[in-house]
């Protein structure tokens, strides 16, 4: 049983196009987030939400949007793909009240070209 | 503007040795400070946090050595394994309405047998 489960793990497309991710999460956590780690390692949160509300969005260009439609799901779509969006995508997910204590699901390589 | 301050980037250790990750932080409002281990292809996984105003915690092999006064924390990996070969995030969290976590550049451990 998968706690926080991304899909597609792997994304290869070419630029221009629009592609979304999805996230779920079993856990029955109140806020969930996703984060981008370039190719240095570099783990920097874009967006979070709690309770299907938006909480964080960090300085994110408005072709990121994200979609929580219930508690236990946040998707990712991005428009007009760039090369620099090239990264690994996690989603998370915290409990309320404890959210150091992230839990991430597996990533999404994104590889735009 | 970076928050948490990591050291160093890369790490090598032999097998039954003590591994040293240290960070820093400038923001006084942080009330967690936790570290993460990822493994190649993997997510971000919670390894073990501290709050500020305790000094020490120990999980295992596992310590947190926190210094308020210097605003630093550290890691400190006993009997270092090859298994324990990932990358080491430290974090700092603020809570109340922003949720936010604050990674660290990240720690590159490799553990020769």
């Known amino acids: 049983d998968t706690a926080v489960s991304q899909t597609p793990k792997y994304l290869v497309t070419q630029m221009g196009n629009d592609k979304s991710i999805k996230c779920e999460q079993n856990?029955?956590?109140?806020?969930m987030y996703w984060y981008k780690q370039d190719s240095k390692k570099f783990l920097k949160i874009m967006f979070s939400?709690?309770?299907?509300?938006?909480?964080i969005n960090e300085t994110v260009p408005n072709r990121f949007s994200p979609k929580s439609p219930d508690k236990a799901h946040l998707n990712l779509h991005i428009n007009s793909l760039e090369l620099g969006d090239s990264a690994v995508y996690f989603c998370?997910?915290?409990?309320?009240?404890?959210?150091?204590?992230?839990?991430f699901g597996p990533g999404t390589r994104l590889t735009v070209t | 503007q970076q928050q948490v301050k990591q050291s160093p980037q890369s790490l090598i250790v032999q097998k039954g040795g003590i591994s040293i990750i240290n960070c820093a932080y400038e923001n006084t409002a942080f009330d967690y400070f936790p570290w993460y281990q990822q493994f190649p292809g993997k997510g971000p996984a919670l390894l073990i946090a501290?709050?500020?105003?305790?000094s020490e915690k120990k999980e295992g092999r596992f310590t947190i050595s926190f210094n308020k006064s210097a605003k630093q924390f550290s890691l400190h990996i006993m009997d270092s394994q090859p298994g324990d070969s990932a990358t080491y995030f430290c974090?700092?969290?603020?809570?109340?309405?922003?949720?936010?976590?604050?990674f660290g550049k990240g720690t590159l451990l490799t553990v020769n047998p």
């Open positions: 939400y709690n309770n299907k509300e938006l909480i």
């Open positions: 998370a997910s915290s409990p309320m009240g404890t959210g150091h204590e992230q839990y």
């Open positions: 856990l029955g956590h109140d806020t």
């Open positions: 501290i709050r500020p105003d305790v």
């Open positions: 974090a700092a969290y603020s809570g109340g309405s922003n949720y936010k976590l604050t």
